[in-house]
């Protein structure tokens, strides 16, 4: 078998993969130009065109991509560099669908640059979803700050204690209930940080840990932690916080 039968065969061997699969598939000469293109593309793009030289698939790309999709093309047709881009590209019915392009650049046993063998993959129905999961992420972030800092900037004292009775989470106005800042007492028991208030405390907490049951406005007074003298009455309520079925801490 010559040298050209050989090309021959395994270019009618490529064809015949490309004409079967359902991705555009079109290869291109050294300098860009398209050589040939599937049936896919034919189909997708609605042309009528019966050769398969000078395909411009370009003209198919969005208005909003279309500079990013040439000068890209360009660079790699330049430097023989792989070229790798998510596109819209115009249907036959006039709709811009998402497609993930892939050229890689074919080389000879001395690396010189053959042909480029291209493919065009419509992943628009997983860009919606991507785009609705960004969506969802950004909204359920906004919704998370928000309902931090409604809890921090509000005159009610809000935190969650663990089993153990340890602060996990606590506001300003809860903190300085106690005579001192969030960041010096989360970590701490409630023992250590109100010892006088701890057994009134404690009855109501275990209530609600052994129970599951909350308690509503308890009263409880003692000194504030920075001047044993000043003494603040207060009205708690305690919740129990579930998670997949398990109590795992005290809302107060």
């Known amino acids: 078998?010559?040298?050209?039968?050989?090309?021959?065969?395994?270019?009618?061997?490529?064809?015949?993969?490309?004409?079967?699969?359902?991705?555009?598939?079109?290869?291109?000469?050294?300098?860009?130009?398209?050589?040939?293109?599937?049936?896919?593309?034919?189909?997708?793009?609605?042309?009528?065109?019966?050769t398969t030289y000078g395909w411009d698939w370009l003209a198919l790309v969005h208005p909003d991509d279309a500079d990013q999709a040439s000068s890209t093309w360009k660079l790699a047709v330049r430097t023989h560099t792989p070229y790798h881009l998510d596109l819209r590209i115009r249907r036959s019915d006039g709709k811009y669908r998402w497609h993930a392009f892939h050229c890689l650049p074919i080389r000879d046993a001395?690396?010189?640059?053959?042909?480029?063998?291209?493919?065009?993959?419509?992943i628009d129905d997983a860009k919606v979803v991507e785009g609705d999961l960004r969506c969802a992420e950004r909204r359920s972030a906004e919704q998370l700050q928000l309902l931090e800092l409604?809890?921090?900037?509000?005159?009610?004292?809000?935190?969650?204690?663990?089993?153990?009775?340890?602060?996990?989470?606590?506001?300003?106005?809860?903190?300085?209930?106690?005579?001192?800042?969030?960041?010096?007492?989360?970590?701490?028991?409630?023992?250590?940080?109100?010892?006088?208030?701890?057994?009134?405390?404690?009855?109501?907490?275990?209530?609600v840990l052994e129970e599951g049951q909350a308690t509503i406005d308890v009263e409880i007074d003692g000194p504030s932690t920075v001047d044993p003298a000043d003494r603040h009455r207060y009205l708690t309520s305690h919740y129990p916080v579930a998670l997949k079925g398990e109590i795992i801490g005290i809302g107060i």
């Not at 009618?12 to 049936?39: C, M």
């Not at 001395?110 to 419509?122: N, P, S, Y």
């Not at 009610?156 to 300085?176: C, K, P, Q, T, Y």
């Open 150 to 207: 409604l809890p921090s900037k509000a005159p009610v004292g809000f935190g969650f204690i663990d089993r153990e009775f340890r602060i996990r989470h606590m506001n300003e106005s809860l903190a300085a209930a106690s005579g001192g800042t969030a960041s010096a007492q989360i970590g701490r028991t409630i023992q250590e940080v109100v010892p006088e208030m701890w057994p009134t405390l404690e009855q109501s907490y275990r209530h």
């Open 1 to 50: 078998m010559t040298g050209a039968a050989s090309v021959t065969a395994s270019e009618a061997g490529f064809r015949l993969i490309a004409e079967s699969i359902p991705h555009i598939v079109w290869t291109a000469a050294p300098d860009g130009s398209t050589e040939y293109f599937n049936r896919q593309a034919t189909t997708y793009a609605g042309s009528r065109v019966k």
């Open 110 to 122: 001395d690396g010189a640059l053959l042909k480029w063998i291209c493919t065009a993959t419509d």
